[in-house]
């Protein structure tokens, strides 16, 4: 919308000034508005940008301050069976990004927040030791109650 003020301010100082029509400096009035309008909408463009990284920044900071909860569901396949997905199935309401029809329909995308549970450590594994195994076990079936 700016630059089409800006192009017609311009082009209205062409015609004036190619006509010869030069009344009080009208010319360079159109030619300084065009030029003031300009570094406004720069300016504006630089100090939003300037606010949403703080934003961005800002959020970040709490998100990492923010301490974490676990919901057990079921997991999806894909979106098309996600409770989160939108009632149109075209917004993931967890992530609010949209679905692409791939992802809807044949897998989970890269970017879903949902995230499998571990498998219990079996008895017979030698890995580990056998009481991290029993606590580890306890804590998975902790989360399952």
């Given at each position: 919308m700016i630059s089409k003020q800006v192009k017609e301010l311009r082009y209205k100082a062409d015609i004036f000034e190619k006509n010869g029509c030069s009344v009080d400096g009208i010319v360079k009035v159109f030619k300084d508005a065009a030029d003031t309008i300009e570094d406004l909408s720069a300016k504006l463009t630089t100090a939003n940008m300037e606010l949403e990284s703080l934003y961005e920044s800002e959020l970040n900071e709490s998100e990492r301050n923010m301490s974490k909860s676990i919901l057990v569901i079921d997991m999806p396949k894909n979106c098309e069976q996600c409770r989160f997905s939108g009632s149109d199935g075209d917004v993931c309401c967890l992530e609010d990004k949209f679905i692409l029809e791939h992802e809807y329909f044949d897998k989970k995308p890269d970017w879903c927040p949902l995230r499998g549970l571990p498998k219990k450590i079996?008895?017979?594994?030698?890995?580990?030791?056998?009481?991290?195994a029993i606590g580890y076990n306890a804590c998975i079936d902790?989360?399952?109650k």
């Open positions: 079996a008895k017979e594994d030698r890995w580990f030791d056998k009481e991290y902790e989360i399952l």
